[in-house]
């Protein structure tokens, strides 16, 4: 268990919908990372918050959006969706933004199933 | 940019086999390297990281060295179990700017049979 939890683990929606996944990162970290995997495209980083600021940006589409808040949970919005965003989206917290002594640890994932 | 190339699986093992799967990196600056594990409907865990040239992580009887000559972080088990079945994923994070993301290789699929 690395301690970082994720909610809900399935979420089955139709197109055109709209979604929110939740992290809660581990205890003191303050970066939250979210990866989205799929089968065509492997594991993707998609964006990374630090301490409620967004500290990177990846390859998110403009229908996608996170937030991160003041308690450092964050959520990740997806819109209008389309059977292409039928993923595995990851979460992942760390300490610190980044370094060489950083490590990201990762929740079990939401599965997201676009019909 | 970044990018983590590791061999395709799947690879199929009996138990006890050595196990070696190949990676190589291209990377602006000086990376750490990780692998992570997904084991069958679960997230990732790190396995080992290594985050200077010549460093070795280990971890679980797994091994693998930071190796820049060659840009690899070949991941090596010398006995492997059944449990060991997963999916194995090469990373780096960059170190020069200041974005941390990880970049993932496409993942390599392992079963172990008994």
């Known amino acids: 268990d690395s301690g970082v939890t994720q909610t809900p683990k399935h979420l089955i929606t139709a197109t055109g919908q709209r979604v929110t996944l939740r992290c809660s990162p581990r205890?003191?970290?303050?970066?939250v990372y979210w990866y989205q995997q799929s089968l065509d495209q492997g594991l993707q980083f998609l964006i990374q918050?630090?301490?409620?600021?967004?500290?990177a940006k990846g390859n998110i589409l403009e229908r996608f959006s996170a937030q991160q808040f003041p308690d450092l949970h964050s959520e990740l919005n997806l819109s209008s969706l389309e059977l292409g965003d039928s993923a595995l989206y990851f979460c992942?917290?760390?300490?610190?933004?980044?370094?060489?002594?950083?490590?990201?640890?990762f929740g079990p994932g939401t599965r997201l199933t676009v019909l | 940019g970044n990018s983590v190339t590791q061999m395709e699986g799947p690879v199929t093992l009996s138990e006890e086999a050595f196990l070696t799967i190949n990676c190589t990196y291209t990377?602006?600056?000086?990376?750490?390297l990780f692998w992570y594990v997904q084991y069958p409907g679960e997230g990732l865990q790190l396995l080992l990281k290594?985050?200077?040239?010549?460093d070795k992580g280990s971890n679980k009887g797994f091994e693998a060295t930071y190796r820049k000559e060659t840009t690899s972080f070949h991941l090596e088990k010398g006995s492997v179990q059944v449990s060991d079945s997963a999916v194995y994923f090469c990373?780096?994070?960059?170190?020069?700017?200041?974005?941390?993301?990880?970049?993932f290789g496409a993942g390599t699929t392992v079963t172990v049979r008994a």
């Open positions: 918050y630090y301490n409620g600021e967004e500290r």
């Open positions: 205890s003191g970290d303050l970066s």
């Open positions: 990373a780096l994070s960059s170190r020069r700017s200041n974005d941390y993301k990880l970049s």
């Open positions: 990377a602006t600056g000086y990376p750490s």
């Open positions: 992942a917290s760390s300490a610190l933004a980044g370094g060489i002594t950083d490590t990201q640890y």
């Open positions: 290594a985050t200077k040239a010549d």
